[in-house]
């Protein structure tokens, strides 16, 4: 487990369509000082599949999450909306398609999510540095009414989940 300077542990994965941008996000995050764990797929293969990557994202998150460890995760894909969907499939993962910085911000303030999943079809890296940036700074709301829905989400994923794996 690889730990970042702002004291979060930081996962990446990506599949095919990702994976040029992944690689560039990467190179940016070596630059920023931000420690992270790339969870494939390290070499390209045009024929991989992107719920795998969310998968191992996803599982290393909870694992981090088992130690109160923070956690954060990048994932990428074409329309990154397989990736949303796949990575919500595990308990405590909440995963947004972030297309800019102010979404990004609103999706961790209103939402508390904890993975981002940005379409590289339609970003570049330079858009996808602003969205990395604003996650890393986000701060969760600790309003009334945002701690309220996050405590719902909770009851949902007990109800349908057996349990933190």
């Given at each position: 487990?690889?730990?970042?300077?702002?004291?979060?542990?930081f996962?990446?994965?990506?599949?095919?369509?990702?994976?040029?941008?992944?690689?560039?996000?990467?190179?940016?995050l070596?630059?920023?000082?931000?420690?992270?764990?790339?969870?494939?797929?390290t070499?390209?293969?045009?024929?991989?599949?992107?719920?795998?990557?969310?998968?191992?994202?996803?599982?290393?998150?909870?694992?981090?999450?088992?130690?109160?460890?923070?956690?954060?995760?990048?994932?990428?894909?074409?329309?990154?909306?397989?990736m949303?969907?796949?990575?919500?499939?595990?308990?405590?993962?909440?995963?947004?398609l972030?297309?800019?910085?102010?979404?990004?911000?609103?999706?961790?303030?209103?939402?508390?999510?904890?993975?981002?999943?940005i379409?590289?079809?339609?970003?570049?890296?330079?858009?996808?540095?602003?969205?990395?940036?604003?996650?890393l700074?986000?701060?969760?709301?600790?309003?009334k009414?945002?701690?309220?829905?996050?405590?719902?989400?909770?009851q949902?994923?007990?109800?349908?989940?057996?349990?933190?794996?």
């Amino acid at each position: 487990m690889v730990v970042s300077k702002s004291n979060v542990t930081f996962f990446i994965g990506s599949d095919h369509r990702g994976f040029k941008l992944k690689e560039q996000i990467k190179e940016f995050l070596v630059k920023q000082d931000i420690q992270f764990k790339d969870c494939g797929n390290t070499i390209y293969k045009k024929d991989d599949d992107y719920p795998d990557y969310a998968k191992a994202v996803a599982k290393q998150i909870q694992k981090a999450l088992k130690t109160t460890q923070p956690a954060k995760g990048i994932l990428l894909c074409g329309s990154a909306e397989g990736m949303v969907i796949a990575a919500n499939k595990f308990k405590a993962i909440r995963a947004a398609l972030t297309t800019s910085k102010e979404q990004t911000i609103l999706a961790v303030k209103d939402d508390h999510i904890n993975v981002i999943c940005i379409p590289a079809n339609t970003s570049k890296i330079t858009k996808s540095k602003s969205i990395i940036l604003a996650f890393l700074k986000a701060k969760t709301s600790q309003a009334k009414r945002h701690l309220r829905r996050i405590k719902k989400i909770k009851q949902i994923e007990k109800n349908n989940f057996k349990r933190l794996l």
